[in-house]
């Protein structure tokens, strides 16, 4: 929307562009990827379990049992924690680098790329630093 100008134009009729544009994208986002993160995490167990009983014959109340046992409630809320934020970070980064670009169709495709690598380095550290943060607090 700011190669085609209407960036200022929303701005020229008193409109916030933040508010009309950015926030709403970016809760939508935060709340989509921590969702599918929920998803995929139960996809995974359920299928580890399948798994799990069709090649090497694990009971499936045996697996649960364990992954009880080994899991707590800590451990979900980190997985919490981190899903939003790495929901949040991603939909900050690429928000920011559309708003952005400028020069045309091929500025666009340089943004969304420095915004995949850059998504990618800000996850890796974002892991670590709430690993760290966590252990210590939990």
């Known amino acids: 929307m ?3 100008g209407q960036l200022e134009g929303l701005r020229g009729v008193g409109v916030d562009p933040f508010a009309l544009l950015v926030a709403p994208r970016v809760i939508a986002s935060t709340i989509a990827i ?3 993160g929920l998803v995929v995490n ?3 167990v359920f299928s580890a379990a399948f798994f799990g009983q069709l090649i090497i014959a694990v009971d499936p109340g045996s697996f649960f ?3 009880e046992q ?3 409630w800590r451990d979900a809320l980190a997985g919490s924690a981190k899903m939003v934020a ?3 970070t991603i939909s900050l980064i690429s928000t ?3 708003l952005v670009a400028r020069g045309g169709a091929r500025a666009v495709g340089r943004v969304a790329a420095v915004a995949v690598v850059a998504s990618s380095a800000l996850l890796t550290a974002l892991d670590y630093g709430i690993t760290v943060a966590l252990e210590r607090v939990l």
């Open 65 to 67: 049992r364990s992954l």
């Open 34 to 36: 921590a969702a599918l």
């Open 96 to 98: 920011r680098a559309g």
């Open 70 to 72: 080994m899991l707590g």
């Open 2 to 4: 700011n190669i085609g």
């Open 86 to 88: 790495f929901g949040l």
């Open 42 to 44: 139960l996809v995974a």
